[in-house]
C-alpha cells in the first residue's frame, strides 16, 4: 500500500507515518508539504520507505496531478480538507484527515461513493481521541445518562500549537511571553460564556440525578495515576467542533475547560471568568483585566509551585446505570508534544 501523507511532517501527522512505516502493509510513504526541507529531513528520519514532495495542499489542481497510491492521509491544515477531498474523488484515491471540517465535507460524501472510494474525515487527535474515549467508557455502562469530556490545554489556531505545563518550567517572563501567544484563544472561550452561558452537569447525590455548575462548584476530575482531584474549570458547554457524539447519553454531552496555567493564573481566569458569568463585567475586559493581571507580577502569577498536580489533558466520565444501580467510569489521558498519547487509563466502573 502507498500512502500520499500531507503534512506527515507536522505534530499529527509524523507520529502517524513512523507508524505507517512499521506496518508490512505499507510499502511506500510520500511525505507532501509546503516545505520541502521539512519533507525531506522527514523522509531521511522514516527511511527507505519514504520520499518527500513538494506540494501546497490547497492547490486542487497540483495535487491531483502529484496524486499516486492507494490512500491520502491529510495531517495538513483545515484548508486543504475540502480540495483535497475532491483531488481524492478525481483520482480514486481513499482518504482520511485529522481535521475539524466536518460538516462541509459530508457534503462531498455522494461524489465520493459514485466512485467507490472511501473518505474518513475528523479522525485527528480531537475530535477523533475524545471520541473514541467517549465511546469506550458508554460502552462499559448499561444505561448512559450523559458524556461529560474535560480537557486542561489552550489552542493557537493558527500555529496548531498547545499550551501545557512544559511551558511553565521556564523563567517567568519566558512564560509570560508563551501566554500572550494564546490569547485569542481565552478571548474566544470568555466570549462563548459571555454568549452561551454555562451547560450543567449530571451527577448522583442522595439517591437521585442533580445538575450542577462545574464552574462554581467544581468537579472530581480523574487522574492517570489514579484517584481523583478537585478541580475548578472555566467554562462549561456544548463540546467544541462537535465532540462527542450526543447519541451515546440520554442527554447531550458537557465539555468542561480547564487550564493548563499554574493553580494562581487557573484562579485569575476563572474569577474573571465567574464576573462574565454574573454580567458584572464584558468579555473584552475580563481578557484585558486578566493579562494586565499577571503582567504585573510575573514571578507571582506564573512560577510553579513545587506541588502543582497538572490534571490530565484530556478525560471523559460517562455516568448512568449499570445492572439498575447508579454507577460511573472514566478514562483519562495524557499528551506527549508530539501528538501522541500515552498514560491513557480507564477508572473501572464503580458504584455511586
Known sequence: MKVFALGGYGKVGFPAIKLLAQSDLVTEIAIVGRSLERAEKAATEIGEKAIAVHADGT??????????????MNAAIDEAVLPTIRAAI?????????????????????????????????????PGISNLMGVYVARQLEEVEQLQLGRA????????????PRQWLEEPRQSLTA?????????WMLRRLQDNGIRT?????????EETDPV??????????????TSYPYVSGDPLFGSLSPGLSRVPPVEMLFSPLPPQPHDVLREHALRVLGGN????????????????????????????????????????????????????????????????????????
Open 201 to 209: 452537569v449530571r451527577v448522583y447525590h442522595d439517591g437521585r440525578w
Open 90 to 126: 478525481r483520482t480514486g484515491m481513499h482518504y482520511c484527515d485529522a481535521n475539524v471540517v466536518i460538516e462541509q465535507a459530508l457534503q462531498l460524501a455522494s461524489e465520493a461513493e459514485a466512485v467507490g472510494i472511501i473518505a474518513i474525515v475528523a479522525n485527528g487527535v480531537s
Open 179 to 187: 501566554l500572550h501567544e494564546f490569547r485569542p484563544f481565552i478571548a
Open 59 to 72: 492547490d486542487e489542481q497540483k495535487l491531483t496531478s502529484l496524486l499516486a497510491g492507494d490512500i491520502i
Open 216 to 229: 462554581r462548584s467544581g468537579l472530581d476530575v480523574p487522574m492517570t495515576q489514579g484517584g481523583t482531584i
Open 281 to 352: 463585567i464584558d468579555s473584552e475586559t475580563a481578557t484585558k483585566s486578566f493579562y494586565d493581571t499577571v503582567e504585573s507580577d510575573p514571578h507571582r502569577w506564573l512560577t510553579l509551585p513545587d506541588d502543582f498536580v497538572p490534571i490530565p489533558k484530556m478525560w471523559v466520565r460517562a455516568v448512568g446505570r449499570k445492572e439498575g444501580r447508579a454507577a460511573h467510569v472514566a478514562a483519562a489521558g495524557s499528551q506527549l508534544p508530539c501528538g501522541t498519547w500515552e498514560g491513557t487509563s480507564l477508572r473501572a466502573w464503580r458504584w455511586l
Open 153 to 164: 490545554d489552550i489552542y493557537n489556531f493558527q500555529s496548531g500549537r498547545e499550551l501545557t
